[in-house]
């Protein structure tokens, strides 16, 4: 008798042995199921395979329970892998609530300064509360091995936080590219809010980088990470490939000293911002050392460098977020933040939500095990393997080539005729087959109308509109405004006046619209007396007028100095069209002449100082001659009080 082997069984789906048999004369009477055979004719391998698939079926019922960390939290899926850790989808059983545990790499957790400092970090982290910072629960150490489910030598160190189901802002720049100014904003704000409410309690976060920014499916954005790097570096961690902080984002006196503070979060904020309108960081290299050489000895260029469309005020503050000297950028993440909303009003920046990640490959997400199934009557074993897409179980069934006798299938019991199953298949098969074609046929429409006139948009025209209600045509036209002010003589101010393209020009959606919005007629500025005359002509062209300075624009001036704005002609305040000229008066300083002052009354000596003054000479004369003082009070004056004489003039006093 030869070694049995199994057959999938149609009528109950389990594996029959049948043994190769022959009868009292030696003679071959073929293969039959041992259940079929009777008498003394048995396989002498029944018992032995009874035995393997009692043990399998006790190995499956008796398999040892999930796992728990801590006596309370399940660890679950791999989620990420990084230099410092492991993050691990768990259950905490006690809440039943889904959280994320973060596992320090042992040879970290095995270093007791690090212990320390990360318990430390732990509790400062979880005083955060904010929406943007990632919440922080739990923080311990255990034993690994025996009761945890994790392999490792020394103490499993974990965090247990928050979980965001979604992804990361890396995820989101690799799928993307660059976000564009609306999108942009709508992640940086919600950085900054969360690094501002860190930065309030005293805590620096030191590793702004997008992989430490989750983004969750219903687009809240969250800073995660808080302390773990401070931690790190404080235990003097420096195993290979444990890089404490991404050298991409670091400032330059991390770089150099390792000293950093709230601003240097800024600085790491202003280089992701840069990435996120180019969809590149600024500086790249062959080695870590030559980009933060770069950091330490290169400003930042400006995005509007690679991306076109990023305006100058967005330039700016992204300088001045990525200064070299930390005393040049912002204070902290708050005044980054009230800096952006400054300019987000200025540009009138549409708001968006923020760009979440995609979806996770299908090799990545968690499956669910499957429930046990039964075969159909009649079903074949093809047919079972290929429903239940078990590999173990192809491998059980028969090569090709002779096979012997097989089991006749058992007759059914009540079912369906096999006509009426028959027609069920034909049917079902219809139904599929018409929602394969119409979901085709949609697709193909979809992306013909994509590809030819749906990723265009017309410019709606706007002249004579309010500022406002142009700018929300705009975005339902899916473009962006970018809005700038002039003056206009016939069209009122605060109404649009002008758009750049032109009306009912195509467009591809998403890009920016000038709309000029009407500041009325300009009038004459406001110039006060002794301005520099390029002063002077700067604020009358700033008023969308024409300056006019001659050489005969001139008058004398006892008060303003030579060579300096007088006044201007017509006078403050004065409306007038686009581009009328406006004349700057200029002082020439000091007049040759003088009008003589009144001083009779007067004392001689009050009366000749006035004259001084005015460069006149003063003379004394007595009104008696030989008897009166030429010294004492003026009775009369010769030129008489009024008149106009040359400076140097002597004025004849005459006294009593």
């Known amino acids: 008798m030869s070694v049995p082997y199994e057959l999938m069984d149609p009528g109950y789906g389990l594996a029959q042995p049948l043994c190769d048999l022959r009868d009292g004369q030696g003679r071959d009477v073929g293969r039959q199921p041992d259940n079929l055979v009777h008498g003394a004719i048995r396989c002498h391998r029944r018992a032995a395979w009874e035995k393997r698939k009692a043990r399998r079926y006790r190995h499956r019922v008796n398999a040892p329970p999930a796992a728990l960390l801590d006596a309370r939290y399940r660890v679950g899926s791999l989620l990420a892998r990084g230099g410092m850790s492991i993050v691990y989808r768990g259950t905490d059983t006690r809440l039943d609530r889904p959280v994320a545990i973060k596992v320090m790499d042992p040879r970290l957790a095995g270093d007791p300064a690090f212990r320390g400092r990360i318990e430390r970090e732990a509790r400062s982290a979880a005083r955060i509360d904010h929406p943007n910072v990632v919440d922080v629960y739990d923080q311990g150490a255990v034993p690994s091995g025996a009761g945890t489910g994790l392999g490792g030598d020394g103490p499993l160190l974990f965090l247990v936080m928050e979980l965001v189901e979604g992804g990361t802002l890396r995820d989101v720049v690799r799928a993307r590219g660059a976000l564009g100014v609306p999108a942009a904003f709508a992640v940086a704000e919600q950085v900054l809010s969360g690094l501002a409410a860190a930065h309030r309690l005293g805590l620096v976060h030191r590793d702004v980088k997008p992989e430490n920014v989750l983004i969750s499916r219903s687009g809240e954005v969250k800073v995660a990470d808080f302390g773990l790097v401070t931690a790190s570096a404080q235990a003097g961690a420096s195993t290979a490939g444990m890089i404490m902080g991404t050298v991409a984002y670091l400032s330059p006196e991390q770089v150099a000293t390792g000293s950093a503070d709230a601003r240097s979060d800024v600085y790491a904020a202003g280089i992701m911002l840069y990435e996120l309108l180019t969809g590149a960081p600024p ?374």
């Open 283 to 656: 500086y790249s290299g062959d080695s870590a050392i030559s980009v933060a050489y770069r950091h330490v000895n290169s400003d930042v260029p400006p995005p509007s460098e690679i991306a076109g469309e990023v305006p100058p005020e967005l330039d700016d503050l992204v300088l001045r977020s990525t200064r070299r000297d930390p005393a040049a950028r912002p204070a902290d993440a708050a005044a980054m933040l009230a800096e952006l909303h400054r300019v987000a009003v200025r540009l009138d920046v549409p708001r968006v939500p923020p760009p979440v990640p995609p979806p996770r490959p299908v090799e990545e997400q968690d499956t669910v095990p499957a429930g046990p199934q039964r075969m159909a009557p009649g079903a074949t074993a093809a047919t079972a393997v290929a429903a239940a897409g078990s590999t173990a179980m192809s491998a059980a069934l028969p090569g090709p080539g002779p096979r012997g006798t097989r089991a006749l299938p058992r007759p059914d019991d009540g079912g369906p005729a096999p006509h009426v199953r028959a027609r069920r298949r034909s049917r079902r098969t219809f139904v599929v087959g018409t929602v394969i074609v119409l979901v085709l046929a949609l697709l193909v429409g979809v992306a013909a109308w994509w590809l030819g006139s749906g990723r265009w948009t017309a410019v709606p025209s706007l002249v004579g509109l309010e500022a406002t209600a142009a700018q929300q045509l705009l975005a339902d036209a899916d473009l962006v405004a970018r809005v700038t002010e002039a003056y206009d003589d016939e069209v009122a101010d605060g109404l649009v006046s002008a758009t750049d393209p032109a009306p009912q020009v195509e467009l591809l959606r998403g890009s920016t619209v000038r709309i000029t919005v009407s500041s009325g007629r300009p009038t004459v500025p406001d110039i006060a007396p002794g301005t520099p005359v390029a002063d002077a002509e700067r604020a009358v062209r700033d008023a969308g007028l024409t300056p006019v300075h001659e050489a005969g624009d001139t008058d004398d001036s006892d008060s303003v100095p030579e060579g300096a704005v007088l006044r201007t002609d017509p006078e403050a305040g004065t409306e007038l069209r686009v581009g009328e000229p406006v004349t700057i008066v200029v002082s020439s300083g000091e007049s040759d002449t003088v009008e003589v002052p009144d001083v009779v009354g007067k004392d001689f000596d009050d009366a000749s100082d006035i004259l001084g003054e005015l460069d006149l000479d003063a003379e004394g004369r007595s009104a008696i001659p030989f008897l009166g003082r030429s010294d004492g009070q003026v009775v009369e004056q010769r030129p008489a009080p009024g008149t106009t004489v040359e400076r140097g003039t002597t004025v004849t006093l005459v006294t009593v």
